[in-house]
Every structure is written in structure tokens, then in C-alpha cells.
Nanobody, 122 residues
Framework: QVQLVESGGGLVQAGGSLRLSCAASGSIVSINDMGWYRQAPGKQRELVAAITSGGSTKYTDSVKGRFAISRDNAKNAVYLQMNSLKPEDTAVYYC????????????????WGKGTLVTVSS
């Protein structure tokens, strides 16, 4: 089994910063794409940022220039540095990972963390 555990959420004033962390553990051969999603109250879950195993990144337009995603492949971890936070960034942030596993053959499975709440006050 594989688990993703997020940390680093909390309450911050507008203009402030937070750093989210997500660590994957369990029966892992390697991790392909990793990403951060968020879901605000009454809205659909959306992709915030993603990073490939090689380090290529992509961001949703609303966070470009403010957020930075990074990963540590040795630790099976992904991070999201969030700067210049705005009230509209308030949401539950979820870690996502495409994990390669091995039993009798290699296969990939997508996993989600349970989420961490980020609240930005105005």
C-alpha cells in the first residue's frame, strides 16, 4: 500500500507565505508525475501545479509567479512554496502522485493525500 501525507497548511494573512510538503511512503518503485490540487468550498477540485520526475513544471494561470513546486526524488516528496497569498487561494490542498509499483509486474497507480487546509485572511 502507498500513503501520501500532506503538511504545512494553516491560517495566514493576505500577502503571506506557506510551504506545503507531501511525503509518499509504502511499496514504491518510483514516482512519475506529482502534483498539488486544491478544492475551495462549493467549487470543483483543480490542478494548482505539477512536476514530472525530470523536474518539468506547470502551473494554473492564477498562481504563476507566486507558487513554486519542487520535489525530492530520494525522499519521495513534493513541495509547494506559496508566496503572496490571496484570500482566493483559500482551499483544501491535496497531494497527488502517479506511483510505479511492482508485484509480479510493474504497474502505475494514482494516489491522493487526505488534504491540508490553507486559509488566507484579508
Amino acid at each position: 500500500q502507498v500513503q501520501l501525507v500532506e503538511s504545512g497548511g494553516g491560517l495566514v494573512q493576505a500577502g503571506g507565505s506557506l510551504r506545503l510538503s507531501c511525503a509518499a511512503s509504502g511499496s514504491i518503485v518510483s514516482i512519475n508525475d506529482m502534483g498539488w490540487y486544491r478544492q475551495a468550498p462549493g467549487k470543483q477540485r483543480e490542478l494548482v501545479a505539477a512536476i514530472t520526475s525530470g523536474g518539468s513544471t506547470k502551473y494554473t494561470d492564477s498562481v504563476k509567479g507566486r507558487f513554486a513546486i519542487s520535489r525530492d526524488n530520494a525522499k519521495n516528496a513534493v513541495y509547494l512554496q506559496m508566496n503572496s497569498l490571496k484570500p482566493e487561494d483559500t482551499a483544501v490542498y491535496y497531494c497527488n502522485a502517479d506511483v510505479q509499483r511492482y508485484t509480479t509486474t510493474y504497474y502505475s497507480t494514482n494516489y491522493w493525500g487526505k488534504g491540508t487546509l490553507v486559509t488566507v485572511s484579508s
